[in-house]
Structure formats: structure tokens, C-alpha cells
């Protein structure tokens, strides 16, 4: 009885836990900017060092309203340049720009709800394939079609993208033989929401068509 209590708990708590842990990754991350500053100009101020719940507080305080800058300035002309021209600063900077450029990319693709060319899957097709052994299979992304710029006769390759659970902005980039990536008729949100879920949320409705019978 007790057992089953507790695995019945543990299952209706887990997708709450791994929304707070994601936020709170994310959240920690941006608190930790404010700290140091704070904690310096406690220090050069000649006052005492401020208590952690008062860091914790100011740093989220700031934080918000960090994002709702940033967030209202992406609605007017002059932030979108002043955020363009920060990109552009970023992407000269040696080693920032490969890590920062990437991710944004990254993020982009996941975001834009836009129809790509065809020769870019922009993260827009959903396919399945062998991963991360033969007999092993899992959701991935179209990221680009023909792969001949990394491999000679990579023209046949597909590269896709796998998102690790339960944060689907890691994952692992690998270019297979477009014989052996299937279509998966499946939005991608509902792709995403697999993915960060642990496989648990699978899509309802789906109908997989029917193969024609070969003459």
C-alpha cells in the first residue's frame, strides 16, 4: 500500500519537478550575474555583506526586470538595432562567437514556425532514425540536406538533430543515409514535448498512412 502511494505520488509530481528544475536552472544562471556586482559594491561601499535571501531577492528583482527590458525592446525599432548590434559584437569575439552563434541558432530553429527551403530542414521536419545503435530508435529534426560540404558523396547524407531529455536544447548533431530517415508524422511541438517529457507525453491522434502495396 505504502509503496504504491509513494510511486503514485512520485509520477504525479515529476512533470511540476522537472519544470521547476528547468526553470530553476535557467533562473539561477541569470541570479548569478547580479550577485558578484552586488557583493561588490557592498564590499567598496564599506557595508556588510549582504545576507544570501537579500542577494537572492534583489538578483531575481533585477532579473525580471532584465527580461522585460530586453523583452520591450525586441518590440521597438531602436532595441531591435541596439540587439542586433549586440549580436554582431558577439560574433567577433573569439570563442564567445562559436558558442554563442550556435545556440542562438539552435534556439531560432527550434522557435521559427516559418517553411524552410528545401534544401534546410530548419528544425521544421520530424523524422525517426536509428539511434544510437542499430535496432535503437528516436525522434530527431531535419537540420540540413546534403551533407557533401563535411564528406565526399555526403550529397546522400541527411543531418539531423537529436535532443537529449529533458532539455532539448543538448543533444547530438549526426549525418545519416537519407534511405534510413523516415518521415514522422508529427508536429513539432508535439516532437519537443516528447522529447523533454522523457518519452512519458506521447502525441494522440496520430495516423501513420498506409503503405502502397509495391506492383
Known amino acids: 500500500m505504502i509503496r504504491r502511494y509513494l510511486i503514485a505520488g ?98 531560432n530553429a527550434i522557435q521559427s514556425n516559418q517553411d524552410t527551403e528545401a534544401k534546410g530542414g530548419g528544425f521544421k521536419e520530424v523524422v525517426v532514425v536509428e539511434w544510437p545503435h542499430p535496432g535503437s530508435f528516436t525522434l530527431g529534426f531535419v537540420a540540413h540536406r546534403d551533407c557533401a560540404w563535411a564528406v565526399e558523396g555526403g550529397e546522400g547524407l541527411v543531418a539531423v538533430y537529436v535532443p537529449t531529455a529533458p532539455n532539448p536544447t543538448s543533444g547530438y548533431v549526426v549525418m545519416i543515409e537519407a534511405a534510413k530517415v523516415r518521415k514522422a508524422h508529427i508536429s513539432p511541438d508535439q516532437a519537443l514535448t516528447w522529447a523533454v517529457s522523457g518519452g512519458v507525453i506521447v502525441p494522440n491522434h496520430v495516423k501513420i498512412p498506409e503503405r502502397r502495396a509495391e506492383a
Not at 519537478?17 to 536552472?25: E, F, H, K, M, Q
Not at 544562471?29 to 564599506?46: M, Y
Open 10 to 107: 512520485l509520477f504525479t509530481l515529476l512533470p511540476l519537478v522537472v519544470t521547476l528544475y528547468i526553470l530553476r536552472s535557467i533562473f539561477s544562471a541569470l541570479i548569478g550575474i547580479f550577485e558578484g556586482p552586488l557583493r561588490w559594491v557592498s564590499l567598496h561601499a564599506g557595508l556588510p555583506d549582504p545576507p544570501t535571501w537579500f542577494l537572492g531577492l534583489t538578483s531575481a528583482v533585477a532579473t525580471i526586470l532584465l527580461l522585460m527590458l530586453v523583452g520591450a525592446l525586441v518590440g521597438n525599432f531602436i532595441g531591435r538595432q541596439l540587439l542586433a548590434w549586440l549580436d554582431e559584437l558577439m560574433l567577433h569575439v573569439p570563442v564567445v562567437k562559436g558558442i554563442y552563434g550556435a545556440t542562438k541558432q539552435l534556439i
